[in-house]
């Protein structure tokens, strides 16, 4: 009867530290997928993948193109950064620097785009909510 008591107890101190480590790795891959949105959007422009933008842009975006700034909807940004690099053909990119606020909820990217048209500075900034994070500020200016 003990060994059994034991044996239950054993068992239940084990599950509880699984629980605790299962519980810990969602939680630090959850936090470590937001922090990826400016990368993979960024990453994204600069390898001329643009199809799926509209998975790391929020529902509204601030957008400015070379000092033109506007706040559009999703549809509209995607639009109009498609035709920014279609029409300036990007050669390469890199991304530069980082930053996030102290409560973890935004972060941004800054990244530079060479096109055969000349040099663009981008900055993306996200901000999370409801567990997601999403791209709200785009901002492409030539350097």
Known sequence: MKSD??????????????????INIFFLMAVGMSAQTEVDFLNALGEGKT???DSYLS???NLC?????????KA????????????KKVVRHKILHKGKS???NSSYRVARIKTKA??????????????SSKVVEVRIDAM
Not at 76 to 87: D, G, P, Q
Request: net charge positive.
């Open 5 to 22: 008591l034991w044996d239950t107890s054993v068992r239940i101190k084990n599950l509880v530290k699984m629980k605790t480590i299962l």
């Open 51 to 53: 199809g799926n933008l």
């Open 59 to 61: 529902a509204k975006i």
């Open 65 to 73: 193109i070379n000092d033109e700034q506007e706040k559009v909807d």
């Open 76 to 87: 509209t940004a995607i639009r109009k950064i498609r035709s920014f690099l279609k029409s």
């Open 102 to 104: 102290a409560d973890k």
């Open 118 to 131: 000349g040099t663009y500075r981008v900055f993306a900034y996200s901000e999370r909510k409801g567990g």
